[in-house]
């Protein structure tokens, strides 16, 4: 802090959310925390895009979540700013239910009678890994990336539901939404700003170009 108590820069520090790319999923399946899917060649393309898009801030801490789609969106950044890729369990996508199936309307889990059972409460949600379990753990993991990269900037490669929930808790929102309204598109940016400890703002950014969210099945 300043002599007067007002700002500097050096108590700024921001996080950068960034959900992966696109994966190469042809059969349409609900990965989830599967392995073995990786970025399609559209999705290395906008991983190339993004890191381009950040090469000139001050990056000195870059994380992602254990899972193939975001270690190899991350890789991109780490190597243009010359740091270690982190992997950070926290980060990793929500615990889903319908893992392994396709989900869609008409042709997937949704018609059969003994998966309705999991749709019974949309507040926890009673399909998947609760709510606030997802804040908890992206919590720690944004404090972390906060700590390592204090007065300058971090980047934290994980998965759409995720960030979006800890979003709508940084907001004051509630966790109850329609998917199709989430604003994290693949490769998006979610900055977090911090002025010290305190949640300054947050701003979202699509550097590889806007995605349609619903797009790519278990995104």
């Known amino acids: 802090m300043s002599g007067t108590g007002g700002n500097t820069e050096k108590d700024i520090t921001v996080v950068h959310l960034m959900r992966h790319g696109e994966v190469h999923n042809p059969d349409g399946v609900l990965y989830g925390r599967r392995s073995g899917y990786s970025l399609s060649d559209l999705g290395r393309r906008m991983a190339d895009r993004v890191a381009e898009h950040l090469e000139k801030r001050d990056i000195t801490h870059v994380v992602a979540s254990p899972l193939e789609r975001a270690q190899e969106t991350a890789a991109p950044i780490a190597t243009s700013h010359g740091v270690d890729l982190v992997t950070d369990g926290r980060l990793i996508e929500a615990a889903n239910v319908f893992e392994g199936k396709t989900f869609g309307v ?101 550097p590889a170009g806007a995605t349609d969210p619903d797009a790519v099945p278990g995104a």
């Not at 059972?117 to 926890?124: G, Q, V």
């Not at 606030?132 to 900037?153: K, N, P, T």
């Open 106 to 206: 008409g042709d997937g889990a949704l018609r059969r009678p003994e998966n309705w059972k999991h749709l019974t409460n949309p507040f926890k949600p009673s399909w998947g890994e609760p709510y606030i379990e997802q804040v908890v753990r992206m919590m720690g993991a944004l404090d972390a990336a906060r700590d390592a990269a204090r007065g300058r900037e971090a980047v934290c490669v994980s998965h759409q539901l995720p960030i979006w929930t800890v979003r709508l808790h940084l907001e004051g929102r509630s966790y109850l939404h329609d998917p199709r309204r989430r604003e994290c598109g693949l490769a998006s940016v979610t900055s977090v700003v911090y002025d010290d400890d305190r949640l300054v703002r947050l701003e979202y950014a699509e």
